[in-house]
């Protein structure tokens, strides 16, 4: 096959080498049987250049391929995490149009074709040549939630996306003597791209795992040299009596996706002897910021910005300000919304993070808070406006604020504050909540209160209710 007219699986493809292994485990799988499986999952797809693939499956090899496959297509793909109630799952299909609906439940879909994973899995056949794509064709639509208004769909290109991972291969030293243990979703960028991305980039190996879980994490350390993780991965290992000794020869853990408390970066150098290495992305921009890979790896803050990525904040030297960035890492803007793109995307090519930050004098940014209103749990964002919307719909419910606060395991938690009409009991909501909502975006208490602390220009003071802890 020739990938040279593929722009990102052309770029994925940089360090081939077909008889290495890709995937580890009881089931290896290498790097000639990983590609030749996606060529004949493109040809099964049989779709046009620019048309979506959505998918939402279980975690898999065989999902990762149909990633790739997608590509080789010339398609866009449309990742939709399985945790995603009907209605949420809706909403994305009708607004992204995918020719293709990968489900595990194909049935009563909007869209032209639904069909299980294994249905485009041929064991035989001649596998699709790759379709030509350039630099800036979109390869992969992430939907993101806002603080105001409908989740808005995030257009990557080839280009963004190839050259985010060649610089992190690059900063991060990733080679093909590396094996990278693989617990995250593939539903986001983390897992998908980041993590993903770069070991095909460098021809490494996946120890590929389901799940996150302490145990299997441990057990494939020993055959493994790099992790990366969202902090809720480190604080659970951290847990675990036999950490030092499994991770006595891995070379890097990577750590992102929401806030590491410098705490736990301690604690992880004195447990195991090695540095977490921290660095600051989003679904828009890809990664911006990182550790870097020799030198001090400074706890609490996400290090500099990356080779080609621009950044400045809005304020004086040393004083806190919003953080925008620019370079081809960014997204394209959001699919059919113009005018959201505007907001965020400035003419001259910055983007404006709604993250608040501060530089120190030797040039290491620390993420000091955000202007956007959103929780982040466990590394998964939850937008308040969406989950008070589905509370405040309920008859019995005059107002509510949905707010973050600290939690030793996710981060954050979400917590409903809710201000009654008539009664109702905190169960109920919840079970609504339930209905409409991804359990992770579901409140884990609600609090009952006789009326909003607001400021006198009406809003609501969420700082005053997250004061009370
Ligand atoms: C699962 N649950 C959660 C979360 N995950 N609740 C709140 N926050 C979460 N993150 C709920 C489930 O619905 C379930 O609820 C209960 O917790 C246990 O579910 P389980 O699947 O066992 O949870 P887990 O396996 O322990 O998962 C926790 C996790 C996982 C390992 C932290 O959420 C995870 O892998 N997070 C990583 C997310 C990620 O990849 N983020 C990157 C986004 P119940 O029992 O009540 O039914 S990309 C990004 O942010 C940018 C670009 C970047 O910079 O990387
Ligand atoms: P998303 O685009 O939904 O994946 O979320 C991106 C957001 O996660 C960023 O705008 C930050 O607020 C947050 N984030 C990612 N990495 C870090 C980090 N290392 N420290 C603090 N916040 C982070």
Known sequence: MNYSANYLAHALRANLSPDATFIQGPTPLTYREFWQGAERMAAALNIAPGDRVAMQVEKSVEALQLYLATIIAGGILLPLNPAYTRAETLYFLQDATPTVFVTDTPDNWPVARALPLRALQAPY??????????????????????????????????????????????????????????????????????????????????????????????????????????????????KAKSLGKAATNMRLFISGSAPLLASTHREWLARTGHTILERYGMTETNMNTSNPYNGERRAGTVGFPLPGVELRISAPKGEIGAIEVRGDNLFSGYWNMPEKTAEDLRPDGWFITGDLGQM???????????????????????????????IDALPEVLESAVIGLPDDDMGERVIAIVVLKSPITSDAILKTVGKKLARYKCPREVRFIKELPRNTMGKVQKNELRKGG
């Open 360 to 390: 120190d004098d030797d040039g290491y940014l620390t993420i000091v808070g955000r202007s956007k209103d959103l929780i982040i749990s466990g590394g998964l964002n939850v937008y308040p406006k969406d989950v008070e919307a589905v």
């Open 125 to 238: 056949g001649a596998g699709l040549q790759p379709v030509a794509r350039a630099a800036k064709d979109i390869a992969a639509i992430l939907y993101t939630s806002g603080t105001t208004g409908r989740p808005k769909g995030t257009m990557l290109s080839h280009r963004a996306l190839a050259s985010n991972s060649q610089t992190l291969e690059d900063y991060w030293r990733f080679t093909s003597d590396d094996t990278l243990i693989h617990a995250l979703p593939i539903f986001h960028t983390h897992g998908l791209f980041v993590a993903t991305n770069v070991a095909l980039m460098a021809g490494a190996s996946l120890e590929f795992l389901p799940k996150f879980d302490i145990d299997s994490i441990l057990e494939a350390m020993p055959r493994a040299t790099t992790l990366m993780g969202v902090p809720t991965f480190y604080t659970r290992l951290l």
